[in-house]
């Protein structure tokens, strides 16, 4: 069998790991031909590929990024030129065959899989994994690079900690999140914060305003408020800009803020994300000799498993109010920010 990789939209610690552990088994437990297909779509679309060996994939595992490079290339949306944005899935189904694949895995979050559950329907074999640091993706536990992401982001807080306390600031730290808070609370709970704010949960910034000035009040000088960069605010403001001039406008403490931005997808993985990754890679392997096509492989109760891909298509994983970290977190005094209803 001839089996094609590619990986698409944002970079993700563990890509590489992921490419590894399909190609590797590929390769060396199936004897299969494997091409690497750059630049996402866009590659399939330019035939931008290489025929990937053993020795191409050694030394990989560790690597942040993707060998294959990326590219956010949405083929199935419409562009003001009606006609080529057509053309575009056509011309990847073409390419899949001139180059006669058996299948096409596809490494990458929801716009990923929705693509390539419309791939699948157009009669293309095709196998999805997910990947992303905002751990969104409907149909598995986690997502590989959501480890890391949390990890970096709760030294990020574990640092300012020290900061906070010596000057009696408030500090406020942003967290990539655009939908989902699952960062922010993973890595809020496990960093000590005193606020998390996510966009499942509306808040009321007077209440977060009311918890900082009771610690205030309690010998608490300092606080740390951790929010994902997709919490809703009513203002044209930046969301971190508008939380860091309300808390200091109303307590009158000194408010500091800190946007951790591209540093929590970059880096190498850690090793829980590149044991996922490398499971993940593997099982994908194992539906390709199936013929189970039309599946996004992932992570349930702790076992590899898949999922159609038509049940994963154009949904999101979120937050849920009663998730066990956010009812610990109320029990501990920790605020969401909460409107009273």
């Known amino acids: 069998m001839k089996i094609g990789i590619l990986s698409s939209g944002g970079d993700c610690p563990g890509i590489n790991a992921t490419i590894r552990g399909v190609g590797k088994t590929a390769l060396m437990h199936y004897d299969m031909t494997v091409l690497g297909i750059h630049n996402g779509f866009s590659g399939l679309m330019d035939i931008d590929v290489e025929e990937l060996s053993e020795r191409s994939l050694s030394g990989i595992l560790n690597l942040g990024g993707t060998i294959l490079g990326t590219?956010?290339?949405?083929?199935?949306?419409?562009?003001?030129?009606?006609?080529?944005?057509?053309?575009?899935?056509?011309?990847?189904?073409?390419?899949?065959?001139?180059?006669?694949?058996?299948?096409?895995?596809?490494?990458?979050?929801?716009?990923?899989?929705?693509?390539?559950?419309?791939?699948?329907?157009?009669?293309?074999?095709?196998?999805?994994?997910?990947?992303?640091?905002?751990?969104?993706?409907?149909?598995?536990?986690?997502?590989?690079?959501?480890?890391?992401?949390?990890?970096?982001?709760?030294?990020?807080?574990?640092?300012?900690?020290?900061?906070?306390?010596?000057?009696?600031?408030?500090?406020?730290?942003?967290?990539?999140?655009?939908?989902?808070?699952?960062?922010?609370?993973?890595?809020?709970?496990?960093?000590?914060?005193?606020?998390?704010?996510?966009?499942?949960?509306?808040?009321?910034?007077?209440?977060?305003?009311?918890?900082?000035?009771?610690?205030?009040?309690?010998?608490?000088?300092?606080?740390?408020?951790?929010?994902?960069?997709?919490?809703?605010?009513?203002?044209?403001?930046?969301?971190?800009?508008?939380?860091?001039?309300?808390?200091?406008?109303?307590?009158?403490?000194?408010?500091?803020?800190?946007?951790?931005?591209?540093?929590?997808?970059?880096?190498?993985?850690s090793p829980f994300d590149r044991n996922l990754a490398t499971r993940l890679g593997g099982h994908a392997t194992e539906l390709i000799t199936e013929k189970a096509f039309g599946r996004m492989v992932c992570l349930q109760d702790g076992r590899i498993s898949s999922v159609l891909l038509s049940d994963v298509s154009g949904k999101l994983k979120l937050v849920t109010p009663d998730h066990d970290l956010i009812v610990q977190g109320r029990r501990m005094g920790i605020s969401f920010g909460e409107k009273e209803v």
């Open 71 to 269: 590219s956010r290339e949405k083929p199935f949306r419409k562009t003001a030129n009606h006609l080529d944005g057509d053309n575009k899935p056509d011309m990847i189904c073409f390419n899949y065959r001139k180059l006669g694949l058996d299948c096409l895995v596809c490494i990458g979050g929801n716009g990923t899989q929705k693509t390539a559950n419309k791939l699948s329907r157009m009669g293309l074999n095709v196998i999805g994994v997910p990947k992303t640091i905002d751990n969104d993706v409907w149909g598995t536990d986690i997502t590989f690079g959501f480890d890391t992401a949390v990890n970096i982001a709760t030294e990020a807080i574990d640092r300012l900690h020290s900061t906070a306390s010596a000057h009696k600031r408030v500090m406020v730290v942003e967290v990539m999140g655009h939908q989902a808070g699952w960062i922010a609370l993973y890595a809020g709970m496990a960093g000590g914060a005193d606020v998390i704010l996510i966009p499942e949960i509306e808040f009321d910034i007077r209440k977060v305003n009311e918890v900082i000035l009771d610690r205030f009040r309690r010998g608490k000088p300092y606080s740390i408020v951790v929010l994902a960069e997709g919490i809703r605010v009513n203002l044209k403001k930046r969301p971190v800009d508008y939380v860091k001039h309300s808390i200091e406008d109303a307590t009158r403490i000194e408010t500091r803020e800190t946007v951790l931005g591209y540093l929590q997808r970059g880096g190498n993985p």
